[in-house]
């Protein structure tokens, strides 16, 4: 499957970013989804992530209760509700394609290319 992420840009801390990965390629409701981000020098860290259903949604601790999984079928899309942004979201955020909702970048086979956020304090 292959994988197209967009929606990112600049924005001041406090603001709000949804971003958008769309799949072409296989049936996009056999596969779970997620987000993972990667800040300058560190690692591609867990975010998101939704089973292939939509019934099941997981986050990273530092995003619940500001971030939102979700999925469009119709549309072979997933997007990352960020709200409430910190400087610390700055990051370039990833869209994954998996057989299984986990939080392991080894569970997911597909990636997309990447979208850059930044957030100013």
């Known amino acids: 499957v292959q994988l197209q992420a967009s929606g990112g840009g600049s924005v001041q801390a406090g603001g709000s970013l949804r971003l958008s990965c769309a799949a072409s390629g296989r049936t996009f409701s056999n596969y779970a989804m997620a987000w993972f981000r990667q800040a300058p020098g560190k690692e591609r860290d867990f975010v998101a992530a939704i089973s292939w259903s939509g019934y099941s949604r997981r986050y990273a601790d530092s995003v619940k209760g500001r971030f939102t999984i979700s999925r469009d079928s119709a549309k072979n899309t997933v997007y990352l509700q960020m709200n409430s942004l910190k400087f610390e979201d700055t990051a370039v955020y990833y869209c994954?394609?998996?057989?299984?909702?986990?939080?392991?970048?080894?569970?997911?086979?597909?990636w997309g290319q990447g979208t850059q956020v930044t957030v100013s304090s």
């Open positions: 994954a394609a998996g057989p299984l909702s986990g939080s392991t970048r080894s569970e997911f086979g597909f």
